[in-house]
């Protein structure tokens, strides 16, 4: 299977965006799957978490209130939805299937004035 992204771009602080990660080659409805994020010079972090059971999501501390994650299983499309952002949300983010190997190709969220 493999997860294609897209809405990644320039915002400036306050702004919003939302995220989209479409799936293929492999049942989307069963799946979970996490937004992580990588800022230069900086590890990769884990964003927040959406499984199979729409209603079950897991966000990080920087991410509570200001992100949230949903799926449209008809799509087959993941979502992170961003808002008030700030500078330090600048980073390449990637969509990942949980427990698989399965990555987005990363797309930078530039969040400046």
């Known amino acids: 299977g493999h997860l294609v992204e897209s809405g990644g771009g320039l915002v400036q602080p306050g702004g919003s965006l939302t995220r989209s990660c479409v799936a293929a080659?492999?049942?989307?409805?069963?799946?979970?799957f996490q937004w992580f994020r990588q800022a230069p010079g900086k590890e990769r972090e884990h964003v927040a978490t959406i499984y199979s059971t729409h209603t079950l999501t897991d966000y990080s501390a920087s991410a509570k209130g200001r992100f949230t994650i949903y799926r449209d299983n008809r799509k087959e499309t993941v979502y992170l939805q961003m808002t008030n952002l700030k500078p330090e949300d600048t980073a390449v983010y990637y969509c990942?299937?949980?427990?698989?190997?399965?990555w987005g190709q990363g797309t930078q969220v530039t969040v400046a004035s």
């Open positions: 990942h299937r949980l427990n698989y190997e399965n």
């Open positions: 080659g492999f049942t989307f409805s069963g799946a979970a």
